[in-house]
């Protein structure tokens, strides 16, 4: 929940203010993945365990995602898409 405000302030189409339908699409899709991102971090857990460089990489990835910039939020969409894909890869092939 402390993303948000942050958002708010990179980001204002959030608020309807100098309202934008792309970033207004851009900041709602990011900050989702954003808070997904850190929320698996600070748990320590997707579908299986993290390990330490994975909980980084999702931290930074997810605050990256903060900001109204376009490469960052590609960056940042596909770090977070990469780490959380090859761990539920890897849950699964541990599930068999």
């Excluded at 189409?13 to 900041?27: M, N, V």
């Excluded at 899709?29 to 997707?46: N, Q």
């Excluded at 460089?53 to 490469?71: D, Q, R, S």
């Excluded at 960056?75 to 541990?94: E, I, K, Q």
Aim: aromatic share 14%.
């Amino acid at each position: 929940k402390a993303l948000v405000p942050f958002m708010f302030v990179y980001t204002p189409s959030l608020l309807f203010l100098q309202f934008e339908w792309p970033a207004f699409a851009s900041a709602l899709f990011c900050g989702a993945v954003g808070i997904i991102a850190l929320s698996a971090a600070y748990i320590g857990h997707f579908r299986a365990s993290l390990d330490r460089w994975e909980k980084a990489l999702l931290t930074i990835a997810g605050l990256v995602l903060v900001f109204n910039n376009l490469w960052a939020n590609l960056a940042g969409v596909a770090v977070v898409f990469a780490l959380l894909g090859a761990n539920a890869l890897r849950a699964r092939r541990h599930a068999h």
